[in-house]
């Protein structure tokens, strides 16, 4: 049996946990088919996930189709939780994008099929709901071309009875010429060998050939099958299934190998232990061995599996072991987290597939004296989702969280209330913004020199860096000149400061270098005792580096920028007119419009906090027939007042209020707070 990984994707209500539900009937790993208005479907299992008939959560449920072991993972469809795909990505082997032929390509639709070409994940289209009223065949095929991919090939040649229950999608036999043609006009752009068959009139160039190519170019995500279909009444799913079994490629991996995989989902099992979901690549995981984890070779540690659990048959069953290309969930490793690579860290979660949040909201628990048990409850949803980012203010109480939209919002709500049993309210949404220096800037301060307090001597250079390469850190002291757990205490103390820059937005795209270094060394009175008073330690370079850091941007300045998103607005052309002073009232940055008959296609940049208030706004405008696309595109500098973040650290900006809250005396060899 070969295995292969399979991500359902789509924009929300395309149909995606329906086909779940429709694959696994086929399967026969139900008897029944589920429903997502009745909340009885095989992946929404969690109860929000029921009660709203959304997928909030990816889910794994495992099925035969052959010779093939297929771990389908269904994923949410809605934007505001793209997070949750983005970790589903780097553990796929192929993909099925569903797209509605009702509503079409959405905006959701062609974010994700960028993302599939990008990081080269063979995918075939399921165009789905070809059973409802207003289901298009010909003119969406164009539309997939257009929007999506032009190297799409309808399966097919039609849908009969189309957009009714009696619609029926019936591919194409493997020596249909009409197929034959489009795969020769497809395949060869990529295939010399073929385009020689065919110029040269061999014989070889048969149906069994030219499926063998097809078969290689989705492999390698040079070529998209279309299917038609609908997950409810089955019709076109054992097409589908057959490209799923033919086209795409199975998982690979040496078991004798070392032991390499990725954690792409973590949560919470009965008892309150860790459950890692994990994507295996190569070697064998087994109970009872000691397992290394983590995303880099210096921040590798170690534990103990204490169990396994491999799906398979529609379930998860208890195992020994578990070996390349397999899913499986792993117990014991308490300090996991999502991203982490287990065994070789090479195999570790490759960064941000899609924009990061661009919103913050602070939460505020009801009544106050639950602000405890909420951050322990925000701590555990934050495992699950590392980008929900907590942020918290001990100076003002408060406790904030990094969002993609108001639905996720809501969602943490509903979450926090239903599963530990605490309401929270939200405060009014802002945008996340970052700050990046303008120019260069360098500060020092040597120990036991003018009002230096710690024993240290530190001394940091800002320099700008291209956007995107976020913090570099590097030297231009010797590193022995000084104990590597001093060294060490100044690199990770720049990192954390660099979360609060001048106006308090996290600071990127710069480097920073150590110019200065020094200290005391271990120092004992004549009669042997120790005296910290005359030595250094790593508590004096973590408490002098923020000061020196920011007196170092200080010197450099910095930009705040606000995110952008790029929209692609189709609208009538005769509303043109009434839009563009509201978008300019919104910040907007319109480009020169594309006329197209009675209608045109509006693009341009707006900022990221008032895409919501265009979204509401577009109806109005364009007599319900406007159409809007946005996601974000980049950070461009705020203009006019930069807009201020409260801090939540001891403000080294403030000399004497810092001071006041890290020593315990001032003035040289004072003591850490």
């Not at 009409?178 to 149906?207: C, F, I, K, M």
């Not at 690549?281 to 009872?288: D, E, I, K, L, M």
């Not at 970052?434 to 003018?450: C, Q, Y």
């Not at 707006?606 to 979204?615: G, Q, Y």
């Amino acid at each position: 049996m070969h295995t292969l990984n399979l991500g359902i994707l789509a924009h929300v209500d395309a149909g995606k946990t329906s086909l779940t539900e429709r694959l696994l009937h086929t399967a026969g790993i139900v008897d029944e088919l589920g429903r997502v208005d009745d909340g009885n479907t095989r992946t929404d299992s969690l109860a929000l996930e029921r009660q709203r008939g959304i997928t909030i959560k990816s889910a794994v449920v495992s099925f035969a189709l052959g010779d093939v072991t297929v771990n389908l993972i269904d994923t949410p469809g809605h934007p505001d939780f793209i997070a949750e795909v983005e970790r589903v990505l780097g553990v796929l082997d192929g993909a099925v994008l569903v797209v509605s032929a009702v509503e079409g390509v959405q905006a959701q639709t062609r974010v994700l099929m960028r993302t599939l070409q990008r990081l080269r994940i063979p995918t075939l289209v399921f165009v789905n709901k070809a059973d409802r009223s207003g289901a298009r065949y010909g003119e969406l095929l164009c539309d997939i071309a257009e929007k999506l991919t032009p190297a799409a090939v309808a399966m097919g040649p039609a849908v009969t009875g189309l957009g009714t229950r009696e619609a029926r999608f019936e591919p194409y036999a493997d020596d249909d010429p009409r197929l034959t043609g489009r795969l020769v006009d497809l395949l060869t752009e990529h295939d010399d060998a073929l385009l020689s068959a065919y110029v040269e009139g061999d014989r070889t160039l048969t149906p069994a050939r030219l499926h063998a190519a097809l078969a290689a170019q989705t492999g390698r995500a040079l070529v998209h099958p279309v299917y038609f279909g609908s997950a409810v009444t089955g019709a076109g799913t054992d097409a589908l299934c057959r490209g799923i079994r033919e086209l795409l490629p199975a998982a690979g991996g040496d078991p004798a190998a070392p032991a390499a995989g990725t954690v792409f989902k973590v949560e919470r099992g009965p008892s309150g232990e860790k459950l890692a979901y994990v994507r295996m690549f190569s070697g064998t995981v087994r109970t009872r061995e000691r397992l290394p984890f983590g995303r880099c070779a210096g921040a590798v540690t170690e534990g103990r599996v204490t169990g396994i659990s491999v799906f398979a048959d529609g379930t998860d069953t208890a195992a020994s072991s578990v070996g390349p290309g397999r899913i499986a969930t792993l117990r014991g490793l308490g300090d996991i987290r999502i991203g982490d690579a287990v065994g070789d860290p090479g195999a570790a979660w490759d960064g941000h597939h899609f924009a990061p949040p661009t919103l913050e909201s602070v939460v505020v628990p009801s009544p106050p004296a639950t602000r405890g048990d909420m951050h322990a409850a925000l701590t555990r949803l934050a495992e699950q989702d590392p980008l929900i980012n907590l942020r918290q203010d001990d100076i003002r109480k408060e406790v904030s969280v990094s969002l993609y939209g108001e639905v996720q919002k809501e969602v943490i709500q509903a979450t926090l209330a239903d599963q530990y049993g605490i309401d929270v309210t939200f405060e009014e949404t802002t945008t996340i913004c970052l700050e990046r220096p303008a120019g260069s800037g360098a500060a020092f301060e040597i120990i036991d020199k003018d009002d230096n307090p710690f024993l240290a001597t530190v001394g940091l250079r800002v320099d700008p860096a291209p956007p995107g390469s976020g913090v570099s850190y590097g030297l231009e002291v010797e590193l022995g000149s000084m104990p590597y757990s001093l060294m060490r205490a100044v690199e990770e103390t720049v990192f954390a400061t660099l979360a609060q820059g001048l106006n308090g937005w996290q600071v990127t795209d710069c480097a920073v270098t150590m110019t200065h270094s020094g200290y005391w060394p271990r120092q004992s009175h004549a009669h042997g005792t120790f005296d910290k008073s005359m030595s250094s330690t790593a508590g004096d370079f973590r408490l002098l580096t923020p000061l020196v850091l920011m007196d170092a941007l200080r010197r450099a300045g910095t930009t705040v920028y606000e995110p952008m998103h790029r929209f692609r607005l189709e609208l009538p052309a005769d509303t043109l007119g009434s839009l563009l002073p509201v978008l300019a009232h919104l910040g907007g940055v319109p480009y020169a419009p594309s006329p197209d008959g009675a209608h045109c296609v509006l693009e341009g940049e707006i900022p990221a906090a008032r895409v919501h208030d265009l979204h509401q706004r577009i109806p109005g405008l364009t007599r319900g027939e406007g159409v809007l696309e946005s996601f974000f595109d980049s950070h461009r500098p705020v203009t006019g007042p930069a807009p201020q973040r409260s801090r939540t650290d001891h403000n080294p900006l403030d000399r004497k209020e810092y001071l006041l809250h890290t020593v315990r005396r001032t003035g040289p060899g004072a003591e850490p707070a």
